[in-house]
């Protein structure tokens, strides 16, 4: 008599492990059926995170799509040394895409405000670089439980010809089964990590050790209160308001972003551990420090029908 093979059932999977299973079949199932797929790569936690599982789903090979970085030229310095080093270490290849009409009219967050800053710089750019390249399906890092508009997006979310979102008319999914066809000129951005919250996210880069970059874990900090927001002045490109000096300050970054529209929160949170439990007892939101949520008459769900990540 010999012993049953053990096999684990999905029963026996845990948490994190489910999770990581639902995105590699997500990942996998959109580099078998899309003509040219991408990814996102943002620099931030979800982008790492995700980036980790396409290398898991094609480990030993590197994954079959390139990575898309939509630079804005506004980002943490920390962030862009990151990306450099990533895009080194895991040896895909990585198309960084800058809207240099926006650049030659001097647009910034400072001269033009948030607003006007993303859609040029981000929404405008992201929309260029997936139409020059050709890209039928975009992968991006966004979560359900970030933000109302996200909250409405399928894990295949359909896009025009001119990349926009129609919350109204998209596709049903039906517990693992997902309908990738489009007609040509249109794309799907696919978000492998909808049904992960921002625990799951800390918990998954701890139990992999996924490298991230440092502006996540509590540090001494150049910053300037203002709107009541924590600025960290990360550049000689910030204009100081009169009265405005910038103080060191124990800060860390729950969100990254453009520098100048993306707040700080004050923390001891130095280690890996210490953001989890941070995370385990926050009462807000991570995106409560991105301005931009708070642009008036811009909400994020008109800024993705117009094309936004």
């Known amino acids: 008599m010999t012993a049953s093979p053990v096999t684990r059932t999905s029963s026996a999977l845990s948490h994190l492990e489910l999770l990581e299973a639902e995105a ?52 943490f310095k920390a962030m862009y040394e990151f990306r450099d080093w990533i895009a080194r270490e895991v040896g895909m290849e990585l198309i960084v895409h800058i809207n240099e009409e926006g650049v030659a009219q001097g647009v910034s967050p400072f001269t033009h405000g948030s607003k006007v800053h993303i859609d040029i710089m981000k929404t405008q750019a992201l929309k260029q670089a997936l139409s020059k390249h050709g890209f039928d399906a975009a992968f991006g890092g966004a979560r359900r439980d970030e933000e109302r508009s996200r909250a409405k997006e399928r894990i295949f979310s359909f896009r025009d010809r001119n990349h926009g979102w129609d919350p109204k008319n998209q596709r049903p999914e039906l ?7 489009v007609h ?19 918990q998954y ?43 060191e300050r124990m800060v860390r970054f729950r969100s990254l972003g453009c520098y100048p529209l993306t707040g700080a929160v004050e923390s001891s949170a130095t280690t890996l551990l210490e953001v989890i439990e941070e995370t385990i007892h926050v ?6 420090g991105r301005s931009i949520d708070r642009d008036p008459g811009a909400s994020m769900e008109e800024k993705k029908r117009q094309g936004y990540f």
């Open 205 to 247: 880069i701890h139990a992999e050790s996924i490298p991230m970059v440092p502006l996540y874990f509590a540090a001494e900090r150049p910053v300037v209160e203002r709107d009541g927001m924590l600025i960290m002045v990360d550049d000689e490109r910030m204009p100081l308001e009169p009265g405005e000096r910038p103080v």
């Open 175 to 181: 517990w693992n089964l997902y309908n990738g066809r």
């Open 24 to 75: 590699i079949h997500i990942i996998r199932e959109v580099a078998a059926t899309a003509e040219n797929p991408v990814m996102l790569y943002s620099i931030g936690k979800d982008s790492g995170v995700m980036l980790h599982l396409a290398r898991k789903a094609f480990y030993p090979s590197p994954p079959p799509f390139p990575l898309l970085h939509v630079d804005t030229t506004w980002k």
């Open 283 to 288: 009462k807000h939101s991570e995106r409560q």
């Open 184 to 202: 040509k000129g249109e794309s799907i951005r696919v978000f492998p990590l909808s049904n992960w919250t921002e625990l799951d996210i800390w």
